[in-house]
């Protein structure tokens, strides 16, 4: 990198107060916003900010002047410009007054601005929806009421995923002429379920079940996303045995993910004495469920 | 990409009143869906160019104002420009 003295253009023994004046200059001249068109402002805008902030800080520029670090204090690299963003379509703040006049009186401009104005499409509109757990699964139609009034229907496709948008084409602000509105972007916040949970095209269900249900075997009306069906349990189920609904879970291309359904056995909650006069008499040998922990 | 007004905040190293202070000129122009403040990626470049004005090049308020709709003339008058350069090229392409 180059002097920093020279870069500003100050004489070494320039005061802060000259060093403060002479960067406001040349920054005015340089920032990439105030040279939109001018592509090589912002590597010299750069060296400029870089120069002004080694030379305003008293100890670098001692440092510096020193030699003990040398001019290479870089500058945090800017993401981006405004005037990266103004030229795109649609820019809220962009004014034609700079032209009007002419457009106003040239027949040839005014035909091109009023095809511009024709063709520019309207600004999309941003929305969120929250979407019960079973309306994401099974599909579903939402009404939006809009701040600015009326009412915007959402359908929503089975099998929506988690913080998907929507696009809903045309729906968004119309057009400043005579071009297609803006389109709305619906984000999809889905509300959790008190027993459901979703993994991929699969949902996840920890279903209840009692001692005798699962040490006998049962057929157990069981909840699905689409109503309860009969799941068999086989004899010899313990808590924690994981049993397949076969294309009960979430819609997919081409058929629909599992239900698969954990059981998890629950005690009675309310003391039973005859429960305990049997547990207390009944004692198998080789019942010891912690074996492979403590060994 | 919709930025809320707290992330807005803390990406342009703002505090509050002042962003008030610069929608309230009109300096910046969010969108309001759902009665909450949304703003876009060119919010931000634009909050962070009043920044560079006020802080780094020593314009005062008054400036700001003043310079943002030259500003916006200039990339009004850009996209112009653009217009009529792409609809001489389509007419001359037509002519040859």
């Given at each position: 990198m180059q002097d920093p003295y020279e870069i500003l253009g100050v004489a070494r023994a320039a005061t802060q107060d000259e060093i403060r004046k002479a960067y406001h200059r040349l920054a005015k001249k340089l920032h990439p916003d105030l040279n939109p068109g001018d592509k090589s402002s912002e590597n010299r805008f750069k060296e400029v900010a870089s120069a002004y902030d080694l030379l305003s800080d008293d100890e670098k520029r001692r440092r510096f002047d020193s030699g003990e670090i040398d001019a290479s204090g870089a500058e945090a690299p800017r993401e981006k410009y405004y005037r990266d963003y103004a030229g795109a379509n649609g820019q809220a703040y962009e004014s034609r007054s700079g032209y009007a006049d002419f457009a106003d009186t040239d027949d040839f401009l005014a035909e091109i601005f009023r095809r511009q104005a024709r063709r520019a499409r309207g600004s999309d509109l941003h929305y969120s929806l929250g979407v019960d757990f079973l309306d994401a699964v099974n599909g579903a139609t939402k009404r939006i009421t809009l701040p600015e009034g009326g009412s915007l229907d959402v359908t929503i496709t089975a099998g929506l995923q988690q913080g998907q948008v929507l696009r809903l084409r045309g729906k968004g602000a119309p057009s400043p002429g005579d071009g297609e509105a803006g389109d709305a972007l619906v984000e999809i916040s889905i509300h959790p379920h008190p027993f459901f949970t979703r993994h991929g095209d699969n949902i996840h269900l920890d279903l209840p079940v009692t001692f005798a249900e699962a040490v006998l075997g049962a057929e157990i009306k069981t909840p699905t996303p689409d109503g309860p069906v009969i799941l068999t349990a086989p004899k010899g189920s313990n808590s924690g045995t994981v049993l397949r609904l076969k294309g009960k879970g979430v819609p997919r291309v081409g058929g629909r993910g599992d239900l698969m359904v954990k059981l998890k056995i629950m005690a009675p909650t309310e003391p039973d004495s005859e429960l305990e006069a049997f547990l207390t008499a009944w004692a198998p040998t080789n019942y010891q469920p912690r074996r492979d922990m403590l060994s | 990409m919709i930025i809320n007004r707290l992330e807005f905040l803390a990406r342009a190293d703002l505090d509050g009143r002042t962003?008030?202070?610069?929608?309230?000129?009109?300096?910046?122009?969010?969108?309001?869906?759902?009665?909450?403040?949304?703003?876009?990626?060119?919010?931000?470049?634009?909050?962070?160019?009043?920044?560079?004005?006020?802080?780094?090049?020593?314009?005062?308020?008054?400036?700001?104002?003043?310079?943002?709709?030259?500003?916006?003339?200039?990339?009004?008058?850009?996209?112009?420009?653009?217009?009529?350069?792409?609809?001489?090229?389509?007419?001359?392409?037509?002519?040859?």
């Open positions: - | 962003l008030d202070a610069w929608i309230e000129e009109e300096w910046l122009l969010p969108s309001r869906p759902e009665d909450e403040l949304a703003f876009s990626e060119a919010d931000l470049a634009r909050a962070r160019l009043i920044r560079d004005l006020t802080d780094r090049l020593g314009v005062n308020a008054e400036g700001v104002g003043v310079a943002l709709h030259l500003l916006d003339q200039i990339h009004g008058l850009r996209r112009a420009m653009a217009e009529v350069l792409a609809t001489i090229h389509r007419q001359s392409h037509r002519s040859d």
